[in-house]
């Protein structure tokens, strides 16, 4: 869960690795570090803390060189602090490595490597890599990197200089890494948005291969040393999708973008004969349908099951990747197991679609990376086409996951010979509009975190399409406002939490007027009796709602099918003005990581 990348070419390497650095922040952002190489060796700078804290280090002036590779860290071996921020080196600080992964028989390796006389000065599993590096290495670092791989147990995006080499040598394994192939320099990067302004080409390592870049060529090799075959393909993205635009914060832009981003994902797959999707799988005959994702995917992966077994009568179970790959449970050739992922690089998600592929599932992605591991993992499915989500909070993603649901949910119902609902289609196509108008919730939205914002609890509760939007309304305020909250069924609340209601208490109620209104309004005089706020999500405007709430916010009436996606937009502004009138860094939230690479 780390962020690395490299350059080896004419310019000097310390500003595009630190601008590169900046690009993969999302990753990780507790420490970060630069290695470039010069004719008198290697100079190292780590800092603790972002990269504007690396950039700021006066250090840094005397950094130069035109090959250099560079990190930001996601700690999980060792505590966030210097001395373990990457690069890490061998005893005589003659190569240096960053790596992205986990290297699970570190301390075995190490043990062994100490009884060598090898010395240690950091406490992270990455450090081995160095010292073996340092064990094999006799003028050539492909050969030695590839006596070393094969004694690492774990996953790796990892690269490698030395003083005394002029190239750079990466390798992979279950981490993503690209090659950026520019005009006389060669790049590689964790993440494609890196490379954005510097390359067009770009080719996506496989596991088990390695790369050696020089300023003008590169070898890619597989883990025997043999040549292997690759395919360069053009970098699409262009720099406005990795910029603010005049937004404060990315989680606000992207907030914003959500009409757009759903319209892309509707895009060519919606027409007056229903849904257009290019799944190469037959789907015909799937008697059961699995869902599986992490934090936000997950709520998306709920809210697919309501939509999918209404639509479909296909039953539908949802599991966390985490535990699907670890459960015993009966998977067979006639599921359809799909993977929810914005990054495509989430290794729960990814471990558990190669395990559905092991038992002969057939498997789709729904994912917004595009050519990620979990994308290619699954070999077909549904790209959201939202463009980089930066912000850690996930939020256009999370609305472009609905709107592929729907659409896999319509295509399967085509597919089985069931007939379109004309208005539905009507009504999801008109989607985007209705999105500007609850985007308009946006001032009153404010105006409620202010009321709120120094609340210590918060209980978010739903019903039916709209319990996963409670669950992802107390996700978004607990990950960046580190405000406490819960989110329930409305109706289950009753079974406990109802103890935690009292005048301190808010709860934030999502009530569209479907065929559950009625039964939501009881449970909200339930927690008014004890003197709880009320504060409720609408679509009309109703009596006896505005004398019971002590807030109203309103958004467009919809579809029942499409009021999640309405509803989510003002719990999505909620958190982001709590966090942001709290003072806290709204993007970058502490303790978390945009692509969760490890277990
Ligand atoms: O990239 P993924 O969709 O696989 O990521 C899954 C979760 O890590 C992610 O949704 C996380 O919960 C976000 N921080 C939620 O805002």
């Not at 999980?76 to 061998?90: I, K, L, R």
């Not at 040393?225 to 914060?249: D, P």
């Not at 077994?309 to 039953?315: H, S």
């Not at 057939?362 to 994308?375: E, M, P, W």
Request: proline fraction near 3%; charged fraction near 25%; charge should be neutral.
């Amino acid at each position: 869960m780390c962020g690395i990348i490299g350059f080896i070419g004419e310019k000097e390497a310390k500003n595009l690795l630190v601008e590169g650095l900046k690009r993969l922040e999302y990753r990780g952002y507790d420490s970060s570090g630069i290695c470039v190489k010069n004719d008198l060796g290697l100079s190292i700078v780590k800092n603790l803390g972002k990269i504007d804290q690396l950039e700021k280090d006066s250090r840094l002036s005397s950094v130069r060189g035109k090959i250099g590779i560079a990190h930001t860290r996601w700690a999980t071996h060792g505590e966030p602090s210097e001395v373990n921020a990457h690069p890490h080196c061998d005893c005589k600080n003659e190569l240096a490595v960053v790596h992205n992964g986990i290297i699970e028989n570190y301390s075995s390796l190490k043990k062994i490597l100490e009884k060598e006389g090898h010395k240690f000065k950091s406490k992270t599993d990455s450090e081995v890599i160095a010292h073996l590096l340092e064990k094999f290495y006799k003028g050539n670092l492909a050969e030695a990197l590839l006596k070393v791989l094969p004694l690492l147990e774990g996953t790796y995006g990892l690269a490698v200089i030395a003083e005394k080499s002029g190239e750079i040598v990466v390798a992979k394994k279950g981490s993503p890494l690209v090659l950026g192939i520019g005009n006389g320099d060669m790049f590689f990067a964790s993440d494609q948005t890196a490379l954005i302004n510097h390359v067009n080409k770009i080719i996506y390592l496989n596991d088990n291969e390695i790369a050696v870049l020089r300023k003008d060529n590169f070898e890619i090799k597989n883990i025997n040393g043999k040549n292997v075959n690759y395919e360069i393909e053009e970098l699409k993205l262009g720099a406005e999708s990795i910029e603010k635009n005049g937004f404060e914060h990315y989680m606000l832009k992207e907030i914003f973008e959500q009409p757009k981003s759903v319209k892309s994902a509707l895009t060519g797959r919606l027409n007056k004969d229903g849904v257009k999707l290019s799944i190469n799988i037959n789907l015909k005959k799937i008697e059961r349908v699995i869902l599986l994702g992490c934090g936000t995917s997950w709520h998306s992966a709920l809210i697919g099951k309501y939509v999918i077994e209404e639509l479909t009568n296909i039953p539908v179970e949802v599991d966390y990747a985490s535990e699907f790959r670890y459960r015993n449970t009966p998977i067979r050739d006639s599921d359809l197991v799909v993977a929810i992922s914005q990054s495509g690089e989430t290794a729960d998600t990814l471990a558990a679609i190669k395990k559905a592929k092991e038992c002969n599932a057939k498997t789709i992605g729904i994912v917004n990376a595009v050519s990620s591991s979990i994308a290619r993992e699954c070999g077909t499915g549904i790209y959201l086409h939202a463009g980089p989500e930066i912000g850690v909070a996930s939020t256009k993603a999370f609305t472009s996951q609905i709107t592929a649901l729907i659409l896999l949910a319509l295509y399967i119902r085509k597919e089985r010979g069931m007939e379109l609902d004309n208005d539905l289609l009507k009504e999801i196509a008109s989607l985007p509009q209705k999105l500007i108008l609850s985007l308009e919730s946006c001032d009153e939205v404010e105006e409620l975190a202010k009321k709120f914002k120094d609340s210590k609890n918060f209980i978010f509760l739903g019903r039916g399409f709209n319990f996963p939007i409670a669950l992802e309304g107390a996700l978004k305020l607990k990950e960046i406002s580190y405000i406490h909250a819960e989110g329930y069924p409305s109706a289950e609340m009753k079974h406990g939490p109802i103890a935690l209601i009292d005048e301190n208490m808010p709860c934030l109620f999502i009530c569209p007027h479907d065929h559950t209104y009625d039964k939501v309004l009881s449970n909200i005089e339930e927690v008014k009796a004890r003197k709880g706020k009320i504060i409720a999500i609408t679509d009309k405007t109703d009596d006896k709602l505005s004398s019971i709430a002590d807030e109203i916010i309103y958004v467009p009436a919809v579809h029942p099918i499409l009021s999640p996606l309405v509803n989510v937009i003002p719990l999505q502004l909620f958190a982001y003005f709590v966090a942001n009138m709290k003072g806290l860094d709204v993007d970058k939230p502490r303790n978390l990581a945009k692509s969760v690479t490890v277990e």
